[in-house]
T-cell receptor
């Protein structure tokens, strides 16, 4: 069975500081990994996906198959980054998502 | 583009009644829609995958007779919570996949409170 783990429920960083939101997964096949973000009073939206290998809003995430991790990073946090972040996994070839428990990021001015 | 709506946004009902929640893709066709449930301060839990014109695929532990899903068209899926009980109170979120890019677009959610 698949599992997505986000060990930190809450994370606070100062504006301009680097931020890393951790995500580990377990799945026996080849998963596709995603980061979704939910800003205050808004719906969940896709932030980035590992197959795109792109940077969105300054965030990047690298899939590390050896460590089964997909940590989300940003070198300089901004106040507008404060939100709830969910790591999610879909099984290779399938499109249903399995979410981690989420990390609430607060960027302190 | 890629907007998904849900109706109603919130509903309060008496125990034992049934509640229908609609999920619509407004500007695209979705062959696949998904239903999630989110308890307070917890993650989204996938309940079922709904494919247009076929029976929904339910995740383990989700009662298909309790949570009836109908995906009658490429832009509409409905979730009916039958004989609702207080423990069914939750936030129900749908998403839609336009196909081709394995990306889901989420609705704003429906808050169900069963008295």
């Amino acid at each position: 069975a698949q599992r997505v783990t986000q060990p930190e429920k809450l994370l606070s960083v100062f504006k301009g500081a680097p931020v890393e939101l951790k995500c580990n997964y377990s799945y026996s096949g080849s998963p596709e990994l995603f980061w979704y973000v939910q800003y205050s009073r808004q719906r969940l939206q896709l932030l980035l996906r590992h197959i795109s290998r792109e940077s969105i809003k300054g965030f990047t995430a690298d899939l590390n198959k050896g460590e089964t991790s997909f940590h989300l990073k940003k070198p300089f946090a901004q106040e507008e980054d404060s939100a709830m972040y969910y790591c999610a996994l879909s099984k290779g070839g399938a499109n249903n998502l399995f979410f981690g428990t989420g990390t609430r990021l607060t960027v302190i001015p | 583009g890629a907007v998904v709506s849900q109706h109603p946004s919130w509903v309060i009902c008496k125990s034992g009644t049934s509640v229908k929640i609609e999920c619509r893709s407004l500007d695209f066709q979705a062959t696949t829609m998904f239903w999630y449930r989110q308890f307070p301060k917890q993650s989204l839990m996938l309940m079922a995958t709904s494919n247009e014109g076929s029976k929904a695929t339910y995740e383990q532990g989700v009662e298909k007779d309790k949570f009836l899903i109908n995906h009658a068209s490429l832009t509409l899926s409905t979730l009916t919570v039958t004989s609702a009980h207080p423990e069914d109170s939750s936030f129900y979120i749908c998403s839609a996949d336009p196909g081709g890019y394995n990306e889901q677009f989420f609705g704003p959610g429906t808050r169900l409170t069963v008295l």
